[in-house]
């Protein structure tokens, strides 16, 4: 198999240097083999992502659960369990269990996968631009100041930083997301979707895929015209320009998809 693509590799090669001509066939062909190693390493992560779900969705929410059900149980004397149960009463059984300190931390690492990608992201664009850009911001990708267009990482980074810097209550942001939490109540995991989550980050990851995908053709520009055409580049730049409008992708009726309650 992999004899059959290096040959297959090796006559691309020659195709594009004889359709271009030989600087241009090299400029073409190598900007085509980076983006095939983009795509490459965006189904890795999107593998990654499903291995993800699978562990925590499959296996450890259920087991999880199960264990600390299991030994509180055997550690509450019947006193304390009737005390729970009249305390219960007066103030509402709390959603938040005890497994939730553990299978919460599934949303601290989906969040984490979002930064870690854009930075291998910006790190893969500055290599094959050899630039030394430190933030998306400074190639068009303005995630801070895009408020709409990427409304579902904003909540996800809020998800984030209620459990790791707010002890598992929700942050003020949060509740614009989830009307229903409060303040004063720890979140659970019963208050989201993580199989959804992980399906919005999988949308997100293969945007970003075709984001620098166009932006490296455009950045690439005076080199790449003569094979490509002005047409083309304008509009290449004109697709990259939609795709990052501030303007939520989601209609009314699917804003809240995400939403339990």
């Known amino acids: 198999m992999i004899l059959d693509f290096t040959k297959r590799m090796i006559e691309l090669n020659k195709a594009s240097n004889k359709q271009f001509g030989k600087k241009n066939g090299e400029i073409f062909f190598k900007s085509l083999m980076n983006n095939l190693l983009l795509i490459n ?36 004397t019947e006193a304390e369990k009737e005390l729970m149960k009249e305390v219960y009463k007066i103030i509402g059984e709390p959603n938040h ?3 939730d300190e553990i299978t919460l931390l599934f949303y601290v690492g989906l969040y984490h996968k979002i930064e870690n990608y854009e930075n291998e992201i910006l790190q893969f664009y500055n290599t094959l631009n050899e630039t030394n850009h430190k933030e998306l911001k400074s190639i068009g990708i303005d995630i801070p100041n895009k408020k709409k267009l990427f409304n579902d990482r904003d909540r996800l980074r809020l998800i984030s930083n209620s459990i790791k810097h707010n002890n598992y209550y929700p942050k003020k942001e949060l509740i614009k997301f989830y009307p229903y939490l409060k303040v004063d109540q720890k979140i659970s995991l019963l208050d989201f979707k993580p199989i959804e989550d992980i399906e919005l980050i999988k949308a997100y990851i293969q945007y970003f895929n075709l984001l620098i995908i166009l932006k490296n053709f455009t950045s690439k520009y005076e080199k790449l015209k003569p094979i490509l055409g002005e047409e083309n580049f304008e509009e290449f730049e004109k697709i990259f ?6 303007e939520s992708y989601k209609d009314e009726n699917s804003k809240s998809t995400y939403l339990v309650k």
Not at 41 to 68: A, H, M, P
Request: hydrophobic fraction near 35%.
């Open 41 to 76: 390493r965006t189904n890795q992560i999107l593998q990654e992502l499903d291995l993800f779900k699978n562990i925590f969705v499959d296996s450890i929410f259920s087991l999880t659960r199960d264990y600390y059900e299991l030994n509180f149980k055997k550690e509450q």
């Open 97 to 99: 269990n005890f497994s």
């Open 241 to 246: 320009c939609d795709l990052i409008r501030d």
